[in-house]
């Protein structure tokens, strides 16, 4: 079952955070795991407060994304991070909980 990594982050330096993407992309990728969405545009629907960035990470099994932030690859990128941001991260293992069915007038176009 795909497993997501999902970060609430709030970032304290913005030059350094911005160093540390690309060598985390690279490990994401090295364990199989794509990032999904991150870094756009949030509505926050309920609750609060809201969150400044907001990312998610897809790894194929849960096994794989524990291995993925365990490693000293990534661990020596999460110091650049954890200098640079706090917040909070949490990983989520997928289960299907419904099937997807296409509901008419629903294509992505808003209605005026």
Do not use: C, N
């Not at 160093?19 to 990032?35: D, E, M, N, Q, S």
């Amino acid at each position: 079952m795909p497993t997501y990594v999902v970060g609430d982050i709030h970032i304290t330096d913005l030059a350094a955070f911005q160093t540390h993407v690309p060598r985390a992309l690279a490990t994401i990728a090295r364990f199989g795991g794509r990032v999904i969405a991150g870094g756009g545009r949030i509505d926050l629907l309920e609750g609060g407060p809201m969150p400044e960035r907001i990312f998610i990470i897809e790894f194929p099994i849960a096994d794989a994304a524990r291995q993925w932030y365990r490693s000293d690859e990534y661990q020596a990128v999460l110091k650049i991070r954890l200098s640079a941001s706090h917040g909070r991260v949490f990983l989520i293992e997928g289960s299907e909980i419904s099937t997807a069915v296409p509901v008419a007038g629903l294509d992505g176009r808003v209605e005026s």
